[in-house]
């Protein structure tokens, strides 16, 4: 069974089942939810299997970083210390990877100097994020050139949904790169 027959990612209303971070919807349930993201079991295994191909095949690699980034920003909601310095690190690197050009291949180098060197990053209200890619949708990918445009897609998408903040996002990342 493919991802698209399981899920269908534009709920018309909050539903059974679907994902209360991205609205993917599926017809899987249980299994464990993530401790610091707000996600459904069956979103958050789909996201494993990202991670699985993103480590297994180093083609897939190169945009590692913008898939933890955007998953992290679009299920984002937690309200402790670590949650809101985790999904404030991930914007940081979307801002620079979608607004920028930057190679999202810089990402762990790019969160190693942040980190470094951190702004005082404080919670930001987390926009709505149904009707946008998910996880789901980059796990179509056919090949590692498509996978990649589907992440970059998706990663601007979520990017783009955190509009509202991008001004704060943008201070932090003068902030902490001005080192």
Not at 25 to 54: F, M, N, V
Not at 68 to 74: F, I, N, P, T
Not at 86 to 106: N, Q, R, S, Y
Request: hydrophobic share 35%.
């Amino acid at each position: 069974m493919t991802t698209k027959d399981t899920a269908d990612k534009q709920p018309a209303e909050p539903a059974e089942g679907a994902c209360p971070g991205c609205g993917l919807i599926t017809w899987e349930t249980g299994g464990p939810a993530p401790a610091e993201l707000i996600a459904s079991p069956a979103c958050y295994r789909l996201y494993g299997e990202l991670l699985a191909r993103d480590y297994s095949d180093p083609n897939y690699r190169r945009v590692h970083q913008m898939n933890v980034d955007a998953y992290a920003a679009q299920h984002a909601g937690g309200s402790s210390r670590r949650e809101v310095q985790m999904v404030g690190l991930c914007l940081v690197t979307l801002c620079l990877f979608c607004d920028h050009g930057i190679d999202p291949a810089e990402g762990p180098a790019l969160h190693k100097q942040m980190v470094a060197h951190r702004p005082d990053l404080t919670p930001l209200a987390p926009p709505p994020q149904h009707g946008l890619m998910t996880v789901a949708d980059v796990l179509t990918a056919r090949d590692a050139a498509e996978h990649e445009r589907l992440v970059r897609q998706w990663a601007c998408q979520v990017w783009q949904a955190w509009s509202p903040h991008h001004a704060t996002i943008r201070e932090w990342n003068a902030q902490a790169l001005r080192h």
